[in-house]
């Protein structure tokens, strides 16, 4: 059973407290909660399955996308500890970023080529949560001298985590672009990965 954290206020129940998680295969068109375990008792035969039931090899495409999306979010988690412990205030704005991540997901393991119309819709990216994005980062980038060199990563554990989720949030946006390009996925969730 595959599930995706929710977020968002007004668009899917974020209300920057609470996650609800929901089974892409919505009942009547509306969102079912649902508890799950984190094993699937399947066996390991070298394969997973994707949200529209189909299995693949766990090197394919979709598999090493939601990988790096994973370890995206995770590093994120760490950083919006270590940012916490030093009091800099931007947690809440990291939690939402990793909810988005997340959102990006559902929409990885969804490939269109194989999933049901209602599968589309529930785990299909809103692309609209970029603009956002690029808000908190021309604010905490106008408070920024101008950039002449490049940067080293360091200057303290919140910071040199921060630089870790940087790159590797490059490697997820290389590898959701076969997805893109082979129309698995939709094109708008590349855009959290450019930022």
Known sequence: MHVFA???AGHRGYDNKHFRVTHPNAVNG???QTMFKIYTKTGDKG??????GDRRPKDDHVF???GATDELTSSIGLAREFCKDANLGLEEELVKIQCIIQDAGSNIATPKS?????????????GSIVQELETWIDSYT????PLKNFILPGGG???????ISRSICRRAERRISPLIRDDEIDPESRKVFKQ
């Open 142 to 145: 106008s408070d920024l001298p």
């Open 30 to 32: 509306k969102d079912q």
């Open 6 to 8: 929710e977020w968002e």
């Open 114 to 126: 194989l999933a049901a119309p209602n599968q589309l819709r529930v785990t299909q990216f809103d």
């Open 47 to 52: 394969t997973s399955a994707t949200i529209a």
């Open 64 to 66: 090493e996308a939601l």
């Open 157 to 163: 554990k919140s910071s040199a985590c921060l630089h």
